[in-house]
């Protein structure tokens, strides 16, 4: 089993830009694919961005490709989002998550859960 903590959301202006972070603890970390999600209120959650166990094979959403940045770092056992460009629209909490079996976009494909971090876009 493995623990994931996001860190790195705020409150910042359109165009702004953010760094989050995914700690993750307990088993290898390099054993997981690993994705990004978010929901806004009143919204389903949306997929972000997802990367190999390896950094090879990476996806995004079609809403933020060219304004974010998928990495991990598996020697520090953490994953980051990259967020350039951001937009209100990108206002909503950034969830990360670990997969076990497969490198996906849909959250029904990752076995792990952080708690979340809000990412609050002002126009």
């Known amino acids: 089993q493995v623990q994931l903590v996001e860190s790195g959301g705020g409150l910042v202006q359109a165009g702004g830009s953010l760094r989050l972070s995914c700690a993750a603890s307990?088993?290898?970390?390099?054993?997981?694919?690993m994705g990004w999600f978010r929901q806004a209120p009143g919204k389903e959650r949306e997929f972000v961005a997802a990367?190999?166990?390896?950094?090879?094979?990476?996806y995004y959403g079609d809403s933020v490709k060219g304004r974010f940045t998928i990495s991990r770092d598996n020697a520090k056992n953490t994953g980051y989002l990259q967020m350039n460009s951001l937009k209100p629209e990108d206002t909503a909490v950034y969830y990360c998550?670990?997969?076990?079996?497969?490198?996906?976009?849909?959250?029904?494909?990752?076995?792990?859960w952080g708690q979340g971090t809000q990412v609050t876009v002002s126009s």
């Open positions: 998550a670990a997969s076990e079996s497969r490198l996906g976009t849909l959250g029904y494909m990752y076995d792990y």
């Open positions: 307990g088993r290898t970390f390099s054993r997981y694919a």
């Open positions: 990367i190999g166990w390896n950094g090879v094979g990476i």
